[in-house]
């Protein structure tokens, strides 16, 4: 197989992007409305039959839809790979933990971490999840702060029982009202981008709902043809709707961007408390589509092409690269990223983008992506790959491990029903070694990848005993994927 120098620069996962001649007094803001568990079609300018969504289908219309952008299966990947724009089994844990959910080493370079050289303030608000998973011990250097964050309000993780509410490092309120935490989380968003208004900032407002347990406040609850779920969603756009109208009142419009997308796919089969993620096959946890393609909508007036849709492959792991090149930040060069720079693609003048796309489930590569093909990679059931595990996560009939490679063409059958592995042979092989190449350098259950990061003592990461391949460095070599002629 033969592979050509220009495709191979185009795929380049470790960049260092050079800032824009923009002048010092006009750098954009951002806003990143991030939320938890919410499917594919769960908005109406995705094709929801029964949850409105006014104010995020007006920012669809006034910006770009994307609808091949991907996050990770589940909470705390996904926060991993947005904050370091790299697949997260790349990323260096606290004393080289194995979790599933990241506990994100401090030596790690957030986006927040990024921007300020630049002289952004930065916030977070709402679910954190990269100091630890969970609501009763959680490391404070690790939280929002220690990452590169000037101010944070919001909860150690998910709301599984309980919601937690931090202003900064100091617990200012225990078991909170989760009907609330939506409004209370926008609230300070609110209050902070007032604050902020004569300086470039950058907004990360993650919210807890539509992760179970779900609660909707009482102007909310029982009003959405969608049950529950409808109620929280319709809550969680109102409050869209509320930053959208405070930028534009601030007289910002025209110099902020506005990003809204989810963690990962949809529960299924809560009754009310779950998702949708049609046409998308399953949900979260899993590497089928609904797994963790997720709406996702760009906004900034004159700069973002107003009422398009992008079906280009793009991610949470290209949102640093392309906000730093936008505010004319540099990324880091010493370590190994695999996210790239799209905001050519943003701003509608790049119609191609050759990139491949790897699905982790977990520790577990479990699917590759190259422009319109994917193959779904044959594997036995892990101990920790929740695929049979979370029934309420995955359809029935994905709860069991593929015993072959299975190949869909995703342009023609999105909804991957028809097995195309023995009539197209090439493609197969094709995808098979991009495969190949994202365990030896990314790595997989049973082995470390080359250029995976490590900055404590020898690296202990491994969900199967197995023999390993162990690193010969720290994460500095620039990686680049092959690409198929």
Same mark, same amino acid.
């Given at each position: 197989?033969?592979?050509?120098?220009?495709?191979?620069?185009?795929?380049?996962?470790?960049? $260092?992007?050079?800032?824009?001649?923009?002048?010092?007094?006009?750098?954009?803001?951002?806003?990143?409305?991030?939320?938890?568990?919410?499917?594919?079609?769960?908005?109406?300018?995705?094709?929801?039959?029964?949850?409105?969504?006014?104010?995020?289908?007006?920012?669809?219309?006034?910006?770009?839809?994307? $609808?091949?952008?991907?996050?990770?299966?589940?909470?705390?990947?996904?926060? $991993?790979?947005?904050?370091?724009?790299?697949?997260?089994?790349?990323?260096?844990?606290?004393?080289?933990?194995?979790?599933?959910?990241?506990?994100?080493?401090?030596?790690?370079?957030?986006?927040?971490?990024?921007?300020?050289?630049?002289?952004?303030?930065?916030?977070?608000?709402?679910?954190?999840?990269?100091?630890?998973?969970?609501?009763?011990?959680?490391?404070?250097?690790?939280?929002?702060?220690?990452?590169?964050?000037?101010?944070?309000?919001?909860?150690?993780?998910?709301?599984?029982?309980?919601?937690?509410?931090?202003?900064?490092?100091?617990?200012?309120?225990?078991?909170?009202?989760?009907?609330?935490?939506?409004?209370?989380?926008?609230?300070?968003?609110?209050?902070?981008?007032?604050?902020?208004?004569?300086?470039?900032?950058?907004?990360?407002?993650?919210?807890?709902?539509?992760?179970?347990?779900?609660?909707?406040?009482?102007?909310?609850?029982? &009003?959405?043809? =969608?049950?529950?779920?409808?109620?929280?969603?319709?809550?969680?756009?109102?409050?869209? =709707?509320?930053?959208?109208?405070?930028?534009?009142?601030?007289?910002?419009?025209?110099?902020?961007?506005?990003?809204?997308?989810?963690?990962?796919?949809?529960?299924?089969?809560?009754?009310?408390?779950?998702?949708?993620?049609?046409?998308?096959?399953?949900? &979260?946890?899993?590497?089928?589509?609904?797994?963790?393609?997720?709406?996702?909508?760009?906004?900034?007036?004159?700069?973002?092409?107003?009422?398009?849709?992008?079906?280009?492959?793009?991610?949470?792991?290209?949102?640093?690269?392309?906000?730093?090149?936008?505010?004319?930040?540099?990324?880091?060069?010493?370590?190994?990223?695999?996210?790239?720079?799209?905001?050519?693609?943003?701003?509608?003048?790049?119609?191609?983008?050759?990139?491949?796309?790897?699905?982790?489930?977990?520790?577990?590569?479990?699917?590759?992506?190259?422009?319109?093909? *994917?193959?779904?990679?044959?594997?036995?059931?892990?101990?920790?790959?929740?695929?049979?595990?979370?029934?309420?996560?995955?359809?029935?009939?994905?709860?069991?491990?593929?015993?072959?490679?299975?190949?869909?063409?995703?342009?023609?059958?999105? =909804?991957?029903?028809?097995?195309?592995?023995?009539?197209?042979?090439?493609?197969?092989?094709?995808?098979?070694?991009?495969?190949?190449?994202?365990?030896?350098?990314?790595?997989?259950?049973?082995?470390?990848?080359?250029?995976?990061?490590?900055?404590?003592?020898?690296?202990?990461?491994?969900?199967?005993?197995?023999?390993?391949?162990?690193?010969?460095? *720290?994460?500095?070599?620039?990686?680049?994927?092959?690409?198929?002629?």
């Amino acid at each position: 197989m033969k592979f050509s120098a220009s495709s191979v620069a185009v795929l380049a996962l470790s960049l $260092t992007f050079a800032p824009l001649a923009a002048a010092e007094s006009n750098k954009p803001n951002f806003v990143i409305i991030f939320t938890d568990d919410q499917g594919y079609q769960d908005l109406g300018c995705y094709g929801s039959p029964d949850i409105d969504t006014p104010n995020l289908d007006r920012m669809a219309a006034e910006g770009t839809r994307f $609808t091949s952008f991907y996050a990770q299966t589940i909470c705390g990947p996904s926060r $991993t790979a947005l904050m370091t724009a790299s697949y997260p089994l790349r990323v260096a844990q606290d004393k080289n933990r194995c979790e599933i959910h990241p506990v994100v080493h401090s030596d790690e370079i957030t986006l927040a971490e990024v921007l300020k050289p630049r002289g952004y303030k930065s916030a977070a608000f709402g679910k954190w999840d990269l100091a630890t998973h969970s609501q009763a011990n959680w490391i404070d250097e690790l939280l929002p702060r220690g990452q590169g964050f000037d101010y944070f309000y919001g909860t150690p993780t998910s709301n599984d029982q309980v919601v937690h509410l931090l202003r900064n490092e100091e617990v200012i309120e225990r078991k909170a009202d989760m009907a609330t935490v939506t409004r209370r989380y926008t609230d300070e968003a609110l209050q902070f981008i007032e604050k902020n208004k004569d300086a470039p900032f950058f907004v990360y407002l993650a919210h807890t709902m539509p992760h179970t347990r779900l609660a909707a406040s009482e102007d909310f609850k029982g &009003k959405s043809k =969608g049950g529950l779920y409808g109620d929280v969603i319709e809550e969680i756009d109102h409050n869209a =709707g509320r930053i959208l109208d405070k930028i534009k009142e601030l007289g910002l419009d025209d110099n902020t961007y506005v990003i809204f997308t989810s963690d990962n796919g949809p529960w299924l089969i809560r009754k009310d408390h779950g998702g949708h993620a049609l046409p998308l096959r399953s949900g &979260k946890t899993t590497c089928w589509e609904g797994g963790l393609r997720v709406p996702c909508i760009v906004r900034a007036p004159g700069r973002v092409p107003a009422g398009a849709t992008n079906d280009l492959v793009t991610a949470t792991i290209d949102l640093m690269p392309t906000i730093a090149t936008l505010a004319g930040a540099e990324m880091p060069d010493d370590r190994t990223l695999d996210g790239l720079d799209i905001s050519k693609v943003w701003h509608g003048k790049q119609s191609e983008l050759d990139r491949p796309y790897f699905y982790y489930q977990h520790f577990y590569l479990r699917a590759v992506r190259s422009g319109d093909w *994917k193959v779904m990679l044959k594997h036995e059931e892990g101990p920790k790959s929740a695929t049979s595990n979370w029934k309420n996560h995955v359809a029935p009939k994905d709860s069991k491990p593929l015993t072959a490679h299975q190949l869909y063409n995703l342009k023609e059958d999105i =909804g991957e029903t028809t097995n195309l592995a023995d009539k197209h042979p090439e493609k197969l092989a094709e995808l098979l070694e991009l495969a190949q190449w994202a365990r030896t350098d990314i790595g997989d259950f049973d082995r470390i990848g080359t250029n995976a990061r490590f900055f404590d003592d020898e690296p202990d990461r491994i969900e199967n005993p197995a023999p390993i391949q162990k690193p010969k460095r *720290k994460g500095k070599a620039k990686a680049k994927p092959p690409k198929p002629e």
